[in-house]
């Protein structure tokens, strides 16, 4: 999975009202290599979560992104900076472990990739 699919998914169990950004259980990580679209990166960095970008890289061993979204705005220019950013978004994998709902704890489980939301029945 990568982080920018962790920056869009979010806990739907009912009744909870802060499920976002999902804590990452890591048990196994890795880097794939995606060709570089600096265009394309620029136009999908005012949609994602810097905050909760940031954690999930950091959770993941990945610490050079900076802390401040503004600042990192002000480096979409930087050729540098724009690689790196593809690579926390697109390159670093959780292959298995856990996404877990910041309110509730309930854990959902990543094999080979992917994340299973799926929610049991009381939970819809």
Known sequence: MKLLTHNMLSSNIKGVTN???????VEKAMEKTVDFNPDFIKNLFPKIEWKALVGASRTLGYADLPEDAE??????????????????????????????????????????????????????
């Open 71 to 124: 600042a990192a705005a002000s480096m979409l220019d930087s050729p540098d900076f724009l690689q790196k950013l593809h690579h926390a978004l697109l390159e670093i994998h959780l292959e298995e472990g856990a996404l877990v709902c910041p309110e509730t704890g309930r854990k959902f489980p990543v094999n080979k990739g992917i994340p299973n939301m799926l929610l049991h029945e009381d939970e819809v």
């Open 19 to 25: 499920g976002f950004p999902l804590l990452i259980e």
